[in-house]
């Protein structure tokens, strides 16, 4: 007997496109990832993933797609790619009873609940939050994403924000000096400048320049594997970004009020695992003066789980389906 469906659920970047179905009893099936930049719309690779999975003309009633930037009014305008994508077209042409856009990390807000013990790594004290207090999900990768999950005895409500791009603030004369560099090239200093893939390699130019070194590295992986071969000017680049990512998500945390918990995703955390998990990123982290002792029992953990938006695409998924 062939299993039965009941939404397509998806989480689209710049880079790629992942789709799965989700079974009747809420388990994910057939994930695949497509290269995003090689096809011509996000239709089209909707149609190909249900034709491969499902045969021709066959559909799940609903969908919940996760996509990395804002959605406003159901649709949205890629960064990355010369897509506009929104609810009521995806209706017409696959002819779905229901679809929701979502932004993905507002689908990894949605997630964070669900993620057990093996999806998660401590970074700092193994803590519980309180169960009726807010999360907070925040990485990096090309920029900065930020999203927080309000809880109550009526359910959970995911935040999408554009956290990201509000300013960063220096926690000492080294970054005092980083900013000014930064503002030097763009004026006003978001987090995303610093905490992005392209932040962390400007970061290497602006800290070779400051000690006086030629910056011999081409990119921001060749800085992060020159500093696991002992390269000491890459390793003080990537412990200065964990700081710096410690004090952010210290001072979002205070934002949001996410006393429930603080979870670290991104394309670039996983990778410095073991820095944030030894390094100064919780002390960064509870280093807000009078508000100490209040940050001490915040719990902060690395997403370690490979497709949390997909999980959280899922719950939503769950969730329409209840309305």
């Not at 960064?79 to 990390?105: C, H, K, M, Y």
């Not at 790594?121 to 999950?149: I, K, Y």
């Not at 508000?291 to 769950?318: C, D, E, F, N, W």
């Amino acid at each position: 007997m062939k299993p039965q469906y009941s939404g397509l659920v998806g989480d689209v970047g710049g880079t790629n496109a992942r789709f799965a179905l989700i079974d009747t009893e809420g388990r994910v099936r057939n994930l695949h990832i497509y290269p995003a930049a090689g096809h011509a719309s996000l239709s089209e690779i909707i149609a190909d993933y249900l034709e491969r999975t499902l045969g021709k003309g066959r559909r799940p009633p609903r969908a919940v797609i996760a996509v990395a930037g804002p959605v406003l009014d159901g649709e949205i305008e890629f960064t990355n790619l010369d897509w506009v994508v929104s609810e009521g077209e995806l209706l017409v042409q696959f002819e779905f009873e229901a679809v929701r856009l979502i932004n993905d990390f507002a689908a990894q807000a949605l997630a964070c609940p669900m993620l057990g013990p093996d999806a998660l790594r401590p970074l700092g004290p193994q803590l519980r939050g309180p169960s009726d207090c807010p999360m907070l999900v925040l990485g990096a990768g090309t920029g900065f994403g930020v999203a927080g999950l309000a809880r109550s005895e009526r359910g959970d409500v995911e935040v999408s924000t554009e956290g990201g791009h509000a300013a960063f603030a220096p926690s000492d004369d080294v970054e005092v000096e980083i900013w000014s560099q930064f503002r030097k090239r763009y004026g006003r200093v978001s987090i995303e400048r610093i905490l992005s893939g392209r932040g962390l390699f400007e970061l290497y130019g602006f800290l070779a320049a400051m000690r006086q070194q030629t910056p011999t590295l081409q990119d921001e992986k060749q800085v992060h594997d020159a500093a696991g071969k002992g390269d000491a000017l890459a390793a003080e680049t990537l412990d200065r970004f964990c700081g710096i990512l410690g004090s952010v998500c210290g001072d979002l945390a205070l934002s949001f009020g996410a006393r429930g918990g603080v979870f670290v995703s991104g394309g670039i955390a996983p990778r410095l695992a073991d820095r944030l998990a030894t390094g100064d990123f919780r002390a960064r982290f509870e280093d807000k003066g009078r508000l100490k002792t209040y940050m001490q029992q915040i719990p902060t953990s690395l997403v370690i789980h490979p497709y949390p938006a997909i999980i959280g695409a899922a719950r939503g998924l769950g969730m329409m389906e209840r309305l």
